[in-house]
């Protein structure tokens, strides 16, 4: 299945909501997320995806906050058709998006620039995502203290 920008931008809304079971709905049962750098690096299935990227909002619930920043920057020569929506780009069965998380506790917080490449399957379903940090440290130590 090609992929698509607007559905890829539902897919951010879904996860901007906080609500798991929304997500459910875009993600394959077998998917795997690569969290690049950082520790552990993979996730397999959807549990653990969900149980991974809804860390921060329940870190929101308990006393921080949370807030993804689309970021609406497209370069480069991309050939073929490409279907850009927001921050997302859609090409073959690809979809790109940049976003910024803005995470605080207490008295710290951190901005952190991320890139996220899914692969859309057969199913049309996510079954596999990239994510790379702009500082894979930092945030690191942020969510999971070091």
């Known amino acids: ?11 951010y809304e879904a996860w901007m909501s906080g609500n798991e079971n ?17 520790t552990p690096d993979s996730y397999n299935g959807i ?15 308990i006393g921080g906050e949370f807030d993804i920043k689309p970021s609406n920057v497209v370069s480069g020569d991309l050939h073929g058709e490409v279907d850009v929506v927001d921050n997302v780009i859609a090409h073959g069965n690809y979809l790109i998006g940049l976003h910024t998380a803005i995470s605080t506790r207490g008295v710290e917080s951190l901005a952190d620039r991320t890139l996220l490449v899914g692969r859309v ?20 130590d942020f969510y999971l203290g070091g």
């Open 121 to 140: 399957g057969e199913n049309g379903l996510v079954t596999e995502v990239w994510q790379f940090f702009e500082d894979v440290g930092a945030t690191q």
């Open 22 to 38: 929304d997500l459910r709905n875009y993600l394959d049962p077998n998917v795997v997320w690569h969290a690049v750098g950082a």
């Open 1 to 11: 299945m090609a992929a698509d920008a607007a559905w890829g931008r539902a897919q």
């Open 47 to 61: 549990d653990s995806v969900l149980n991974y990227i809804g860390r921060a909002f329940r870190m929101a619930r």
